[in-house]
């Protein structure tokens, strides 16, 4: 088992930055990749960034240049620092461990556990 736990969401103002952390916990020398997801009021769940403990990172195409995901495997971590916050990027943010190696790390349905999420809404 592994627990995942989210803090750092707030409302902020466009153009702001927050920075997002998520401590892993249990069994987290299992995990492969640990991901960051968003899901929207009426949209599908998708995911932001993602990194995988080997090495290697993804960004959505809508966050590149503004979000950086970084790792610490000492701490078990995982932060998400958010630049240039937009109003799109309103939604809640959950943290999602995967146990294996998957072609497809980009699909929420890949992953094992997920964090009970933080809410990030940007005001215009």
């Known amino acids: 088992q592994v627990q995942l736990v989210e803090s750092g969401g707030g409302l902020v103002h466009a153009g702001v930055s927050l920075r997002l952390s998520c401590l892993a916990s249990?069994?987290?020398?299992?995990?492969?990749?640990l991901g960051w997801f968003r899901q929207a009021p009426g949209h599908e769940r998708e995911v932001v960034a993602r990194i995988i403990w080997s090495g290697g990172t993804y960004y959505a195409d809508s966050v590149k240049e503004r979000f950086t995901i970084s790792g610490d495997t000492t701490k078990n971590t995982v932060t998400l620092q958010m630049n240039s916050l937009k109003p799109e990027d309103t939604a809640v943010y959950y943290c999602?461990?995967?146990?294996?190696?998957?072609?497809?790390?980009?699909?929420?349905?890949?992953?094992?556990?997920w964090g009970q999420g933080t809410q990030v809404t940007v005001s215009s």
């Open positions: 249990g069994r987290t020398f299992s995990t492969y990749a």
């Open positions: 999602a461990a995967v146990l294996r190696f998957s072609f497809n790390l980009h699909a929420a349905s890949t992953y094992d556990y």
